[in-house]
């Protein structure tokens, strides 16, 4: 591995092994230079943007631990404890679509 770069419409990585060849300007939807230099970019940045999510994934899942303790501590209030709970689903659910999405395809 090593990092990513772009040079024209080939990504590299650790500057030797092409990774891949973005389609040119002359694709099918007239998009032109200006979609081939954004898909490119894009992919260049794919391994700073897989660790990146990867660590918000982490970050969901604390604040999730967090709103439930919170949601123990406030059962003598219905409401606020019904709150964290939901807070602490929505922190889950969102963890694992990223992780869903992070996940090789087979």
């Known amino acids: 591995s090593g990092p990513w770069s772009c040079e024209g419409r080939r990504i590299y990585v650790s500057g030797e ?3 891949a060849i973005i389609p040119g300007p002359e694709d099918q939807e007239g998009r032109g230079v200006f979609r081939w ?3 490119a970019r894009l ?3 794919a391994p ?3 660790d990146k999510l990867t660590k918000v994934a982490e970050w969901l899942d604390r ?3 967090g709103a439930e303790r919170s ?3 406030s059962e ?3 409401s606020l404890h019904d709150a964290n709970l939901a ?3 929505n922190y889950r659910e969102t963890a694992a679509d990223i992780r869903t999405v992070l996940k090789p395809r087979t």
């Open 17 to 19: 092994w092409t990774i």
């Open 37 to 39: 230099l954004a898909n």
């Open 43 to 45: 992919i260049q940045r």
């Open 48 to 50: 700073e943007m897989f």
């Open 63 to 65: 604040l999730a631990a």
């Open 71 to 73: 949601a123990k501590t």
């Open 76 to 78: 003598r209030f219905p």
């Open 87 to 89: 807070d602490a689903k």
